[in-house]
């Protein structure tokens, strides 16, 4: 069965450093990997999503993250971390042998102190 | 703009009573979703839709149902509201033309109480 794991519920960073929120997954088949940032009292925004070809994904707001199939992880990275930036981040993992459904992680709330 | 929207974004209701949250998308997508948003459970798909007149469950249907008249709504009822049900609720789309590569839209979300 598909899943999708955060094994951080709350990461801390000061302004201006680099920030990671990890993500592994568990599928059968290939994976197709999405990162969503909610903020307080709104819905989820898409940031970005590996398909296939090169492991760093750029996405929005200065977000990236990297693909390494060896570890089943899809952690999300940004140089340098803004105030702006503190949210609730959810991982998705759809498996392309499943169909389209998504499966996300329990999310892991980022905070960045000024 | 095209865009996905949810009403109510509030709702308080008894035990008992059948419970109706609306969905409306204007990108002609193919395909909408509902989820349940819980602490500690990040969030569950409850029902989805790849086109009109099809609906599939979810992981956590029971108690749940949906139809798709038109390619813009997915209604989610509450047959008999339970506490249980006490959560946030969100609608989701994607254009169904990429497979299993689409990218899903999330509405705002509706919180929902059931006393």
């Known amino acids: 069965a598909q899943s999708v794991a955060q094994p951080e519920d709350q990461v801390n960073v000061a302004e201006g450093n680099p920030l990671t929120v990890k993500c592994t997954y568990s599928?059968?088949?290939?994976?197709?990997l999405f990162w969503y940032v909610q903020y307080p009292n709104r819905g989820l925004q898409f940031l970005l999503k590996y398909i296939t070809g090169d492991n760093l994904v750029k996405g929005s707001y200065g977000f990236e993250a990297e693909f390494n199939k060896s570890q089943t992880s899809f952690h999300l990275k940004k140089p340098s971390a803004l105030v702006s930036d503190s949210a609730l981040y959810f991982c998705?993992?759809?498996?392309?042998?499943?169909?389209?459904?998504?499966?996300f992680g329990k999310g892991t709330t980022l905070s960045v102190s000024s | 703009d095209a865009e996905i929207t949810q009403s109510p974004r509030h709702k308080i209701t008894e035990t008992g009573r059948q419970v109706t949250l609306a969905c409306h998308q204007t990108w002609n997508h193919n395909n909408m979703f509902w989820y349940r948003q819980d602490l500690g459970h990040g969030l569950r798909l409850i029902h989805y839709s790849y086109g009109v007149q099809d609906t599939n469950k979810g992981e956590v249907s029971d108690g749940y149902s949906v139809s798709r008249s038109n390619t813009e709504d997915l209604p989610l009822t509450l047959e008999s509201a339970a506490s249980s049900q006490t959560s946030v609720y969100f609608c989701a789309s994607s254009p169904g033309l990429a497979g299993r590569t689409d990218t899903q839209y999330f509405g705002p979300g509706t919180r929902l109480t059931v006393l």
């Open positions: 599928v059968s088949g290939n994976p197709y």
């Open positions: 998705a993992v759809r498996d392309g042998q499943a169909g389209t459904a998504l499966i």
